[in-house]
């Protein structure tokens, strides 16, 4: 069961603005049933762009439903453009906070509202949010992606599908997800942790995904520091690797060698990799 | 206001340990600890209660004692059985199972693709049923095991066992059950069903967690998946759980004496929970065939409503059920029975199981029967699909 706060159980049970606005000056709906949550969010604006009634409805879980009840009391008496400052952090903030694989239900809040102010200034309403589909599964795109790493800073694939729900489905976008992620903190792509690591990998399996992680990852960032690494073999689970540049007359080479090369070859390869340096 | 006990109405996911069960264990904690295995006396005594618990599970399977094998739990036991098939044909690389498996055979056959060995899943129909033609199709020279639930933990539909383990028995593979559920609840004779090895579990029929058995047929194979000591006659080494073992032979006794009334009084109070809330709700229906089916269990979906809000405001009245939604799970995705089933998504994410047992009462079933449609109601208010006419909105995924 959810460690839920309080004043999400509130939120939840006693939902505050629940129902439709038969003369709303704006409607905005995200989500679908297939995705198991979907939020339609009426609202009532008078002339001088003030917001003076929100309502909801809501199909989801427990976070869903009280993210849309907080949504609707914090934007209550808000001017439009001051609604429009409300991100999904402030949403999950007023309800105490909420389980991170919960915060996709925050992220929906946000994007409801944006999807209502978009139609109260009659702009095209689009099926997506704006952007390349990334996460089929969901329908997650990739300017959406771009958007909860900024907002969030989110720092790995998980974060992602915690606060997008992308990659939370068949997995096959997680690939792309890195890409984003690593396109967000101006890094080279970072591989993707592995959930479930493979096991038994054959000697070919193992060379190539060392070979992967060395030349797409760990070798790109010693760079930066004006060194390098060279992958010389592999013998079983033994790595041997010839350090470069700024790295081979480093002091701290070692220290490089078993906390970043072979803790992230554990990471991404197998977790009893050895790595061995060759002079 | 919700009652000074919880309504349990979760006992696929485990049970309470019966009375009776923990009376016969409870000396087993504290004067009688020797180790089974000890040369003296006092470590005899225990050796002598177990050799009596797996009589008794022997008694509840129809088979030599021998050929039950103590373990962990049912999880434990499927591992062991498919490992061991693997193992002992290693010319032999597939395996057959099926997409509503529990996850410990579901990933155990997703872990041995990625180990180079094929899988076939075979599909269900919209009521949760196996075509046992796309069975015998699925099998081939090197098919080394079929592996199929005895009974889905989800739907409780039942599958057809004594006719699935004669096709495999016609094509020499050797055939697994996971029986974790059907224990206590639906009869089985391994003197007559000629599976190679079935799985149960202890904590789903008023044992404790922690304990389970393996039957392993007379003449199949074995290849320990534990290796160590001399335990279990060198399957499966490590202490024996003792007092676990002197629980599941208990329960096994007193399931063996309750089935009958499993399938008469608990099975009425599923009847009456079932068609009460069939009528009182509208837009409902039963996930799985009625044809086939455990009679404790009943996976009923709410449409427009998802299942973890059903939960939360079921669990403030103290019911306690279970949802094959996604969102109870950690997954996103609702659950893989419902999806192999085709289950529409207006409906699958707002399924609920109720799982009952011999000590629920009427009075449960009234408490739900009063508290249930209030709250599908209140959630149908709540949500935007009741509000569009005809079928929800297309999935835009």
């Known amino acids: ?279 | 206001m919700a009652p000074a006990s919880p309504v349990y109405m979760d006992n696929n996911a485990t049970t309470r340990v019966d009375p009776a069960v923990l009376e016969e264990m409870l000396p087993y904690f504290s004067d009688l600890y020797g180790n089974p295995s000890s040369m003296h006396t006092f470590g005899g005594q225990v050796g002598r209660t177990i050799s009596q618990a797996r009589e008794r599970v022997a008694e509840a399977f129809n088979c030599h004692p021998d050929e039950v094998m103590f373990n962990a739990c049912g999880t434990e036991g499927d591992n062991t059985a498919i490992r061991s098939a693997l193992a002992s044909q290693p010319d032999k690389r597939h395996i057959i199972t099926t997409r509503v498996e529990h996850p410990a055979v579901l990933n155990v056959a997703k872990h041995l693709e990625r180990r180079g060995y094929d899988a076939t899943y075979l599909g269900v129909d919209a009521e949760g049923r196996l075509d046992l033609d796309e069975l015998r199709e699925s099998i081939r020279p090197d098919t080394a095991l079929i592996s199929v639930m005895y009974a889905n933990n989800e739907t409780g539909v039942i599958f057809p066992i004594q006719e699935i383990a004669e096709i495999a028995k016609e094509r020499g593979v050797l055939v697994h059950t996971d029986a974790v559920q059907v224990l206590g609840k639906v009869p089985f004779d391994l003197k007559t069903l000629p599976v190679d090895f079935l799985a149960v579990s202890g904590h789903k029929v008023h044992a404790p967690k922690g304990v389970g058995a393996l039957f392993v047929r007379k003449g199949v194979q074995f290849r320990p998946f534990m290796l160590g000591g001399h335990q279990e006659r060198g399957r499966r080494a490590g202490t024996e759980n003792t007092t676990g073992i002197i629980g599941l032979g208990k329960a096994c006794e007193i399931a063996m004496k309750n089935i009958a009334h499993e399938n008469s009084a608990v099975k009425a109070l599923r009847d009456k929970l079932e068609k009460a809330l069939l009528a009182a709700i509208p837009d409902t229906r039963i996930n799985g065939t009625v044809d086939a089916r455990l009679p404790n269990t009943t996976s009923l979906a709410f449409q427009y409503v998802e299942g973890e809000s059903i939960l939360l405001m079921l669990d403030a009245f103290g019911v306690c059920a279970s949802s094959g939604s996604a969102c109870t799970s950690g997954s996103l995705e609702p659950s893989h029975v419902l999806r192999a089933m085709g289950v529409p998504f207006t409906y699958a994410h707002g399924s609920i199981r109720f799982s009952l047992s011999r000590f629920n009462t009427e009075a449960d079933v009234d408490l739900v029967v009063k508290e249930l449609p209030p709250i599908i109601t209140r959630l149908r208010e709540i949500s935007p699909f009741k509000h569009a006419e005809g079928e929800a909105p297309a999935c835009t995924c």
């Not at chain 1, 054959?202 to 070979?211: D, E």
């Not at chain 1, 060698?257 to 050895?274: A, H, M, N, S």
């Open chain 1, 1 to 279: 069961m959810w460690e839920y706060t309080d004043k999400v159980r509130e939120h939840f049970i006693n939902p505050r603005n629940v129902g439709e606005i038969k003369d709303a000056s704006c409607v905005g709906e995200v989500g679908s049933i297939a995705c198991g949550d979907a939020l339609k969010l009426f609202l009532k604006v008078d002339e001088n762009d003030r917001i003076v009634d929100a309502k909801f409805q809501t199909f989801g879980c427990a976070s869903a439903i009280a993210s849309s009840s907080a949504l609707t009391e914090m934007i209550k008496g808000k001017t439009v453009d001051e609604a429009l400052d409300v991100s999904n952090k402030d949403i999950a903030e007023f309800l105490g906070g909420l389980p991170k694989e919960k915060m996709h239900c925050s992220v929906m809040g946000r994007e409801a509202l944006e999807a209502a102010v978009k139609n109260l200034r009659g702009e095209e309403a689009v099926p997506h949010a704006e952007g390349e589909i990334v996460c089929e599964c969901f329908g997650v795109t990739d300017e959406q992606v771009r958007r909860a790493i900024k907002e969030n800073n989110l720092n790995t694939v998980e974060e992602i599908t915690d606060f997008t729900k992308a990659g939370g489905g068949c997995g096959k976008c997680l690939d792309k997800l890195a890409d984003l992620l690593a396109e967000a903190k101006g890094q080279k792509k970072v591989l993707t942790p592995l959930t479930v690591k493979p096991a038994g990998l054959t000697n070919l399996q193992r060379m190539k995904l060392v070979n992967k992680v060395i030349e797409e990852e760990i070798s790109p960032s010693l760079q930066q520091d004006g060194g390098n690494i060279e992958l010389v073999d592999v013998d079983g689970k033994r790595v041997l690797v010839q350090l470069r540049g700024a790295c081979s007359s480093c002091k701290s080479s070692q220290l490089t060698l078993k906390q970043f090369v072979e803790k992230r070859l554990r990471e991404t390869v197998e977790p009893d990799i050895v790595v061995e340096e060759v002079r």
